[in-house]
Nanobody, 126 residues
Framework: QVQLVESGGGLVQAGGSLRLACAAS???????MGWFRQPPGKEREFVAT????????YYSDSVKGRFTISRDNAKNTVYLHMNSLKPEDTAVYYC????????????????????WGQGTQVTVSS
């Protein structure tokens, strides 16, 4: 079992930056990690994922070049660094963990993830 708690959300002006953190209750080695978001009135969508080795990453087209996902397995924590934020980035951001034996495995499909956090609100003003 893995409990995930997101933090770092808040209100920021367009063009600003935020760093989200996801703290896990146990070691996250052997778990690919992902970030998803749900804008108001819309369905949950993929944002970024990172393999348990940290070597492979994958991003949605809407955040490429602006967001960076990273992890520190020793601290049981995954991060999402968000730069050049836009109003359309406004959403509840969720952290998720996906158990897989492959060190280079990543997933953009929410159905593959085993554990989810409660989410943290990010609001970007224009």
């Amino acid at each position: 079992q893995v409990q995930l708690v997101e933090s770092g959300g808040g209100l920021v002006q367009a063009g600003g930056s935020l760093r989200l953190a996801c703290a896990a209750s146990r070691r996250i080695s052997s778990y690919a990690m992902g970030w998803f978001r749900q804008p108001p009135g819309k369905e949950r969508e993929f944002v970024a994922t990172i393999s348990w080795s940290g070597y492979k990453t994958y991003y949605s087209d809407s955040v490429k070049g602006r967001f960076t996902i990273s992890r520190d397995n020793a601290k049981n924590t995954v991060y999402l660094h968000m730069n050049s934020l836009k109003p359309e980035d406004t959403a509840v951001y969720y952290c998720a963990a996906d158990y897989n034996a492959y060190s280079d495995y990543v997933s953009s499909s929410s159905s593959t993830y085993d554990y989810w956090g409660q989410g943290t609100q990010v609001t970007v003003s224009s």
